[in-house]
């Protein structure tokens, strides 16, 4: 099993930063794509970040590029997410998940393990 745990977040003003954290524990797999995904109550789950631990081009949908950036550190099982430049429609429930092999899907059906997820509340 594949462990996640995600820290960071909380209140925070809009026009500000913050940065996640999730560290990956347990059996990690060799390939894998750490996805991060949020979701707002009463809604799915949406990517906002993927990547894959071997390196390459992150992967972004469009309605957050340039404000998020996904990072890893591979030495240490750990990957971020910082988001600039903060909206009231980023407050959410942020979860790190991943899944097996190279390809970093944006489909959240596609990850089989997650973390519990981190509240970020942005607030005026």
């Known amino acids: 099993q594949v462990q996640l745990l995600e820290s960071g977040g909380g209140s925070v003003q809009a026009g500000g930063s913050v940065r996640l954290s999730c560290v990956v524990s347990g059996d990690i797999p060799s390939s894998y794509c750490l996805g991060w995904f949020r979701q707002v109550q009463g809604k799915g789950r949406d990517v906002v970040a993927a990547?894959?631990?071997?390196?390459?081009?992150?992967y972004y949908p469009g309605h957050v590029k340039g404000r998020f950036t996904i990072s890893q550190d591979s030495a240490k099982n750990m990957v971020y997410l910082q988001i600039d430049s903060l909206l009231r429609d980023d407050t959410a429930m942020y979860y790190c998940a991943a899944r097996r092999g190279a390809y970093c899907s944006p489909d959240p059906q596609e990850y089989s393990y997650w973390g519990k997820g981190i509240q970020v509340t942005v607030s005026s």
């Open positions: 990547v894959w631990n071997g390196g390459g081009d992150p």
